[in-house]
């Protein structure tokens, strides 16, 4: 469901259609076991499985993206006041950006894969963390930033996929997708 998601699949000129998975996502205190790459992969055969069920013999793409700095996984912040602390966290260090992937259809094994990207931040004072948070919608975004709004505000350097820093790491997708269509 996220619009990031779907302007990525848009751009390139993948068909869908947007159905909200309703499966109950892990977190890292439900499944404290795992890396978070394998939370990433988890979470996106959830979501991904639970829409296959309702739409049997459509092909299902799940996703699902982690900010990770050191052992601390950020997801989507609270309020304003936990986005500024994990922002505040972020700043002048370099963070992991995890997507896990599953591309599935009901009855079928799937495809599932993930990407990891490293991102670094700029060094940020309160005053341009607070100017950067007026300008995003940070709540429903992993970590409480968007890298494809105002990046030369907060982003010095991506290694890797910039697209799975916005949400989908759209150079393993496409792949995938075609060798999921050639072969149907």
């Given at each position: 469901?996220?619009?990031?998601?779907?302007d990525?699949?848009?751009?390139?000129?993948?068909?869908?259609?947007?159905?909200?998975?309703?499966?109950?996502?892990?977190?890292p205190?439900s499944?404290?076991?795992?890396?978070?790459?394998?939370?990433?992969?988890?979470?996106?055969?959830?979501?991904?499985r639970?829409?296959?069920?309702?739409?049997p013999?459509?092909?299902?793409?799940?996703?699902?993206?982690?900010?990770v700095?050191?052992?601390?996984?950020?997801?989507?912040p609270?309020?304003?006041?936990?986005?500024g602390?994990m922002?505040?966290?972020?700043?002048?260090?370099?963070?992991?950006?995890?997507?896990?992937?599953?591309?599935?259809?009901?009855?079928?094994?799937?495809?599932?894969?993930?990407?990891?990207?490293?991102?670094?931040f700029?060094?940020?004072?309160?005053?341009e963390?607070?100017?950067?948070?007026?300008?995003i919608?940070?709540?429903?975004?992993?970590?409480?930033?968007?890298?494809?709004?105002?990046t030369?505000?907060?982003?010095?350097?991506?290694?890797?996929?910039?697209?799975n820093?916005?949400g989908?790491?759209?150079e393993?997708?496409?792949?995938?997708?075609?060798?999921?269509?050639?072969s149907?």
């Amino acid at each position: 469901a996220s619009p990031r998601r779907a302007d990525l699949l848009n751009e390139a000129r993948i068909p869908f259609v947007v159905h909200p998975s309703r499966a109950r996502e892990a977190t890292p205190l439900s499944h404290p076991r795992f890396t978070p790459r394998q939370l990433a992969r988890h979470n996106a055969e959830l979501k991904a499985r639970e829409v296959s069920q309702r739409f049997p013999g459509r092909w299902v793409l799940g996703a699902d993206t982690l900010v990770v700095l050191g052992r601390t996984v950020f997801g989507k912040p609270r309020n304003m006041k936990e986005a500024g602390i994990m922002l505040g966290r972020l700043v002048g260090r370099t963070h992991r950006v995890i997507t896990g992937v599953c591309l599935c259809r009901k009855g079928e094994k799937g495809k599932m894969f993930s990407v990891t990207s490293q991102v670094t931040f700029k060094k940020l004072d309160r005053g341009e963390i607070q100017d950067y948070l007026k300008r995003i919608h940070p709540l429903d975004k992993a970590g409480a930033y968007a890298a494809q709004e105002h990046t030369d505000r907060i982003i010095a350097k991506v290694k890797g996929s910039f697209t799975n820093v916005v949400g989908l790491p759209m150079e393993r997708v496409v792949r995938e997708w075609r060798r999921i269509v050639q072969s149907d």
